[in-house]
Every structure is written in C-alpha cells, then in structure tokens.
C-alpha cells in the first residue's frame, strides 16, 4: 500500500511539473529531459510512467478535466435547490480556470496538436457528465420551473456559453470582477433579455423548431 501511495505521489508530481512546462513552453518545445532534471529523476522513471511525450501531455490534460469535475462536485455539496446547482456549476467551472489558467493553455494545445484525435478531451469528460444535468433539467421542466424545451438544446447552448467564456477570459483578461461577470452570465441565463411586455404568450414552440418571432417597430426612413 505504501509503494502504491508512493507510485501515485510521484506520478502527480510529473504531471504538475509536465503542466507548468507544456503551459509555459508549448508541446513541441518542452523536452523530457528538461522535465526529468527538474525533476532530478532519470528519463527512464518518466518513461516508466508515460511511455512518450504524449502520453504525458494527454494524461496532464485528462487530469485537468477530472479536476474540474471533482471542483464542482465539491462546489456543489449541500447544494439542494436544482437551479441554484445549474448556478453553482457554472460558478465553480469558470472559477476552476480563472484560477488556473495553464489548464486553459493545455486544452488550446490539444487542439492544435493532436487535431488526429477525434474529440478533444474536454468534451469527451462533458459528454460522460451532461447526463446528470439533463435528468435535472428534466425534473425542472416537470415541476414548471423551466421552460419545455428539449434539455439537449438546454444543455448545448449552457455548454457552448460557459465554454466561450472561459477562452474569452483567457484571452482578454478578467475585464470586470469575477463574482459580478458570474452573476452577469446567470441573469442573462435564467431571466432573458426580453422584457415581460416583449414576451408574447408562452414563447416559441422550440421543440416543434419554430424560430423565435420578435414583434419589431415600423420601419422608418431616415429621410422622412
């Protein structure tokens, strides 16, 4: 039991080591050796633990995924009320990158440099975990609290909108404080920007793919 503790500390250490070089240096130009001597481990350890350097780089970023997902489960302990987890979700994953930013850096590597696989990591964790969410939204849609939309549509666009924010942040930088960008995002989400009188009955029929109709003022020329 101890050799294996021993086995599995070593191991995360290389990978913590291999994140902050891939993160910093980029796959191509990070080098093993490199690695080992900060390390001060043979190149023979390493290998003995991942095979090739990409092995290591794909283990670094299947780690990354699984320490998000372990971040918002543990965001959302105790957390009972069904729309206050969708909120703690979104909170705990943005949060898990603005405050490591090299695993953002790792997942735009994978993409770059391995575009032979045939998804990228990040979204073969979130296909393994949408399931959950779905089910939930499932429940809400029954007790009236969301809207009867297809939850696959409700989980696509939650998904794609959290996704883009976190490369935007990584890109542009945290342009507002993190707290009221968050409850930004959730406002927009669970309220809309449509005003009570703009809204016309119960909405679009979305499940049935009818566009959204929107009743727009008459169009007046600038030369009347």
Known sequence: RLEEDLSCARREEILDMATALFAQHGYSDTITQDLAERLQVGKGTLYRYF???????????????????ERVDAGLA?????????????????????????YVELLIQERAQFKD?????YFEH??????RWRALFRGLI???????VPVERITDVLSDLVYGTMFTNYFTGQRKPFDAQVQDLLDIVFFGIL???ERKGPGP????GRSVSLSRPPHRSCHA
């Open 205 to 208: 029929d979305e499940s049935s």
């Open 51 to 69: 095979p090739s350097k990409r092995e290591l780089f794909l283990a670094a970023v299947d780690r990354v995924m699984r320490r998000l997902r």
């Open 78 to 102: 105790g957390v009972e009320d069904p729309l206050e987890r969708v909120a703690q979700a979104i909170r705990e994953h943005l949060a898990f990158f603005a405050k490591n930013p090299e």
């Open 117 to 121: 696989r045939a998804k990228p990591t």
């Open 126 to 131: 979130r296909d393994c975990n949408v399931e």
């Open 142 to 148: 029954a007790d009236g609290r969301v809207r009867d």
């Open 195 to 197: 005003s009570g009188s």
